[in-house]
């Protein structure tokens, strides 16, 4: 297993950018597939971005794809979520998940490692 912590989470006006960060403990960190998944009041889980373990593969939500960019750092075991152009509706917690030895996917239900959420708020 790993441990994940996301920071970075705060509250910016629609049409600014945010920037997430997941540390991850031990040194098996490339390994991993990792995501971001998010989770605003009254609605389900739902995944923004994944990326493969060496970095070459990434996949968006559609709602984000042109506006978020997911990239991974394995020599300081960290992975980022830059956010830009964001919207009221990008308001939510997200999550940092990891699974070990898998190809990339977005199903929340293929990731058993996950950090605590970071609060994201998006004013209109």
């Known amino acids: 297993q790993v441990q994940l912590v996301e920071s970075g989470g705060g509250l910016v006006q629609a049409g600014g950018s945010l920037r997430l960060s997941c540390a991850a403990s031990g040194r098996t960190f490339s390994s991993y597939i990792m995501g971001w998944f998010r989770q605003a009041p009254g609605k389900e889980r739902e995944c923004v971005a994944v990326i493969s373990n060496g970095g070459a593969t990434t996949r968006y939500a559609d709602s984000v794809k042109g506006r978020f960019t997911i990239s991974r750092d394995n020599a300081k075991n960290t992975v980022a979520l830059q956010m830009s152009s964001l919207k009221p509706e990008d308001t939510a917690v997200y999550y940092c998940?990891?699974?070990?030895?898998?190809?990339?996917?977005?199903?929340?239900?293929?990731?058993?490692?996950w950090g605590q959420g970071t609060q994201v708020t998006v004013s209109s």
């Open positions: 998940a990891a699974a070990r030895s898998l190809p990339v996917t977005m199903t929340a239900r293929s990731y058993d490692n």
